[in-house]
């Protein structure tokens, strides 16, 4: 008996014990508190994973050469300073010409210098640090310190998107971060953990994996200081926990919340929901290599069978709208002289019909030499809005005889389906950056790539290129226009909707600009009213 | 001492055969499990040169067997490698993460016993009458309830500052229901009724029988079952942390899972399955202790 009353108390005991460990959290009232659902992947640019939180704190950590402003809607996005100060062109606009903040210090009071510019370069084309990022440096030829202040870069010839080409990823520290060999770089995430050192408004001021991020403001920062004490990144995975967080006040701000979220959450009093302007549009793409799904005709036949209109409707409300290109119409180069194909089953059918297909055996769906038109309809399982628009395509589709079948797989699977070609229809979603570069998606070097349906058209692919190479913002629009038409013609894509970027935040802070650009995007403006 | 050290080595000896089978079928279930995580690293600009560098850096230019061998040597070592998405070693990313879930199933393990124990004897000394038949049929309920909706109705009721005793009682929920009815099960088994009113009639007073006589012939087969239902804690953690947003063992597993970071998914595998070899071991340990008949 004595033993067993020794077990079970040890049990308990060691229950009680281990779990006397308190919860910490700890609040300051001027911070602000950020929901996220997935953690940063490490503080190095070059090495730390691809989440989208993970860049945009690097970001507010690290200065870029120039900051890229949310002006799309217009014309090309603008720059405005940040590392360099100051700009020049070569009249060939092949040479470029940087002079950069003198001021601009490491945390640790090492002067930051052209050095860190021209080191940070090689370190982003080291095959040996191998960044996923590298290819947007292929434009640039050269790069030299002229002076402690001064870089010149020459690119290889000219390029509308020289500029974002030469700002992708931030200005690292020389001094500290060179003493580990390129070779060690992806093994060595606590490295840079302990030997961080910082040029942006903000420091970090403690990373727990999987739970928190805090962000304090850098007192050397010779910018514009952050008016917050802190910014705190909560991490929460589930949707509901971020929902539950920023009704109940654990969080400040969710960004990326579907339409749904935004109804929910604008009913409540003191959150205020905010829209911007995104460049995501969501799409069925269609496998060209299909039998059926390759005919220009039997594509339309479908795209005039789906009721897009119902469908954003009931999905988005009035936070999105049918999409008619891989342009979204924020963007300045959108062709607004398409107009969606509208919601028509008897034109559908007659267009069926013409392609050769009928209903032989009654059973509603239609055949052509004795084989169904039936196919598989596939998107990621873990997004509940494109499960929800694949059974409202599959019911509209139905009723024009053709059958769809929904197949969902796992974000990594898909992925490798669709690189592999292995599909019928696939549902998914792009965000467009502001080079407006159509090549990965449409032009026929893609195919196997990207260009997941094999579309081929010689005039898209000569379209593409030309646009790309252009300076002038007019002429590249004519060259992006003629691209969207021929895509609207040739239907590789059935483009479905667009969204408005939604975010929700407590009604008393303010100056979040929230967007395309990012949640944090300038997070050192966020301020809280009395 | 002879019959102890070859006991030992014969348990050793298995342990290790289960740890390499476990390894081993956890890379081929990696190899086979379509998903490059290049995909999720490399964007659309990615060109094919920097891939070939990060699969290089990565060590995914070699084969399979080669480097599952390599990563078997490494831990033979104790070094279990680097994480794919963070470089950060992944005993770092254990170190973390192990204290949350170890205290999480501590603290569940705790409200198991604290609530299975009373209910357990009481519907033994009810045995076939009202109480009994509902607190069985309560155990049964709480079973079968998903844990998913018990954690998002548990989250909604209870303040913020309690999320990590919420979801200790989420994972205590369905396992106290199973519990109960074992314990229950082996205390009815234990105190007969004869049994019972024969010593009842010695003098022997009613909470002697229950706890001393009962509890003593009942508590081998439970504490058995306790220990092994940590496996069954560990998933149920994975489904719970992921909820609550406690950085535990089993969100860095589904985490590393999903990225297609090999390192981590296969350090935690590893811990995961030493832990349940423990677990099993200690569950032996255990009832030979609590039951004499055993150690015969």
């Known amino acids: ?530 | 001492m002879g019959r102890l050290i070859r006991a030992l080595i014969r348990r050793g000896g298995a342990a290790g055969t289960s740890l390499l089978i476990v390894y081993w079928s956890a890379q081929a279930l990696f190899a086979v499990t379509p998903g490059s995580p290049l995909h999720r690293y490399a964007g659309r600009s990615f060109s094919p040169g920097d891939r070939a560098a990060l699969a290089r850096a990565w060590g995914l230019d070699e084969g399979v067997p080669h480097r599952a061998n390599g990563g078997l040597a490494d831990l033979a070592r104790g070094r279990l490698g680097a994480s794919w998405r963070d470089g950060r070693p992944v005993g770092s990313h254990l170190r973390e993460r192990l204290p949350t879930t170890l205290t999480l199933t501590a603290r569940a393990a705790t409200l198991e016993l604290l609530v299975a124990f009373p209910l357990a004897m009481w519907a033994a000394r009810t045995r076939g009458r009202a109480p009994d038949r509902t607190l069985r049929a309560g155990a049964a309920i709480l079973h079968s309830l998903p844990t998913v909706a018990v954690a998002i109705t548990l989250q909604h009721l209870t303040p913020a500052r309690t999320g990590s005793w919420a979801a200790a009682v989420t994972l205590a929920a369905s396992s106290i229901g199973a519990t109960t009815r074992l314990l229950r099960n082996a205390w009815v088994d234990a105190t007969p009724a004869g049994l019972v009113l024969a010593t009842r009639a010695r003098g022997v007073p009613d909470w002697r029988i229950w706890v001393v006589h009962g509890l003593r012939r009942a508590a081998a087969p439970v504490a058995q079952a306790l220990t092994a239902s940590l496996p069954m804690f560990l998933s149920g953690a994975l489904v719970v942390e992921q909820v609550f947003a406690l950085p535990g063992v089993g969100r860095l597993l589904l985490e590393s899972a999903r990225a297609r970071d090999l390192p981590v998914a296969m350090g935690v595998t590893c811990v995961t399955a030493a832990a349940v070899i423990l677990g099993s071991w200690a569950s032996e340990g255990l009832g030979r202790s609590l039951d004499p008949k055993t150690r015969r």
Request: proline fraction near 7%; charged fraction near 30%; charge should be positive.
């Open chain 1, 1 to 530: 008996m004595r033993g067993t009353a020794t077990c079970l108390c040890l049990m308990l005991g060691l229950g009680l014990g281990v779990s006397s460990c308190a919860d910490g959290i700890t609040a300051r009232p001027d911070e602000v508190v950020v929901g996220t659902a997935v953690d940063i992947e490490g503080v190095n640019p070059l090495t730390a994973g691809a989440s989208r939180i993970g860049r945009e704190v690097t970001d507010r950590m690290f200065l870029r050469l120039f900051e890229e402003q949310p002006d799309f809607a217009a014309g090309p996005p603008t720059f405005l300073p940040a590392l360099a100060r100051r700009w020049t062109w070569s009249g060939d606009r092949t040479r470029l010409r940087l002079e950069l903040d003198s001021d601009a210090v490491w945390s640790d009071g090492t002067p930051v210098t052209s050095a860190d510019v021209v080191w940070t370069w090689r370190r982003q084309i080291d095959p040996a640090v191998a960044w996923p990022h590298a290819s947007s440096k292929d434009g640039i030829a050269h790069m030299r310190a002229v002076g402690p202040h001064v870089v010149v870069v020459r690119f290889r010839e000219p390029s509308a998107n020289a500029m974002a080409e030469l700002n992708e990823g931030p200005i690292l520290p020389r001094h500290v971060w060179s003493r580990l060999e390129p070779g060690h770089w992806r093994h060595s995430g606590d490295w840079f953990l302990r030997h961080l050192v910082v040029s942006g408004p903000f420091r970090l001021a403690g990373w727990q994996p999987g739970h928190e991020v805090r962000l304090v403001p850098n007192p050397r920062f010779r910018g514009d200081r952050p008016e917050i004490g802190a910014l705190r990144l909560r991490v929460l995975p589930h949707p509901a926990t971020r929902l539950l967080e920023l009704t109940r006040g654990g969080v400040d701000l969710l960004d990326s919340i579907t339409p749904e979220e935004a109804r929910r959450l604008a009913k409540q009093p003191d959150i205020v929901v905010d829209r911007a302007p995104s460049r995501r549009f969501t799409f069925l793409c269609w496998n060209l290599r299909h039998p059926f799904l390759g005919e220009r005709i039997v594509r339309e036949a479908l795209t005039l069978g789906i009721d897009r209109a119902g469908l954003t409707r009931d999905l988005l409300g009035l936070f999105g709208r049918i999409g008619t290109s891989p342009i979204p119409s924020s963007v300045w180069a959108h062709d607004r002289s398409l107009r969606p194909r509208p919601f028509d089953p008897e034109r559908a059918r007659r267009r069926l019909a013409e392609a050769g297909f009928r209903d032989t055996n009654g059973d509603g769906i239609v055949e052509r030499d004795g084989r169904p038109l039936r196919f598989e309809l596939s998107t990621n399982s873990d997004n509940a809005m494109r499960r929800d628009a694949l059974v409202h395509i599959q019911r509209h589709l139905r009723t024009i005889g053709v059958e769809a079948e929904i197949r969902l797989d796992e974000f990594n699977a898909l992925l490798d389906r669709n690189l592999a070609g292995e599909f019928d229809a696939t549902l998914g979603a792009w965000a467009i950056d502001t080079s407006l570069d159509l090549g990965w998606a449409f032009h026929s070097d893609s195919i196997g790539g990207y260009n997941y349906g094999a579309y081929a058209n010689p005039e898209v692919d000569r379209a593409i290129e030309r646009a790309r190479r252009r300076r002038h913002p007019r002429r590249r629009k004519d060259d992006l226009v003629l691209v969207q038409r021929l895509l609207d013609r040739d239907l590789p894509y059935t483009f479905l909707w667009e969204t408005d970027h939604l975010s929700a935040r407590r009604a008393r802070l303010t100056g979040v600009r929230a967007g395309p650009m990012g949640t944090l995007f300038r997070a050192r403006d966020w301020r809280w009213d009395a």
